[in-house]
């Protein structure tokens, strides 16, 4: 779902920042470092693949409470780049 929200807003050339775009957003820039974790299939596929022990959604939110409790400035750095 958050896949077609990236897709659309590329497409009606909407101009918004979007945290969870799935390879270049924020949460992405911060997942690869964080965990080394390769974002060529999006965020969603890595927590797929690297914690298949973990319940996706799950996973999904204690990853979210990490990156929102990631320092101001490391956050900052991130979406410099996106």
């Given amino acids: 779902m ?3 929200y990236s897709i659309a807003r590329l497409v009606h050339e909407v101009d918004e920042d979007f945290a969870f775009d799935c390879v270049g957003g924020p949460f992405a820039l911060w997942l690869r470092p964080e965990y080394g974790w390769s974002m060529a299939n999006g965020w969603a596929r890595a ?3 690297y914690l298949p022990e ?3 959604l799950e996973a999904f939110f204690r990853l979210l ?3 929102r409790a990631s ?3 490391q ?3 991130f979406e ?3």
Avoid: C, K, Q, R
């Fill in 2 to 4: 958050l896949l077609g």
């Fill in 47 to 49: 927590i797929e693949h």
């Fill in 54 to 56: 973990e319940v996706p």
């Fill in 65 to 67: 409470d990490e990156f």
């Fill in 71 to 73: 320092p101001p400035n």
């Fill in 75 to 77: 956050l900052e750095a």
């Fill in 80 to 82: 410099e780049v996106s």
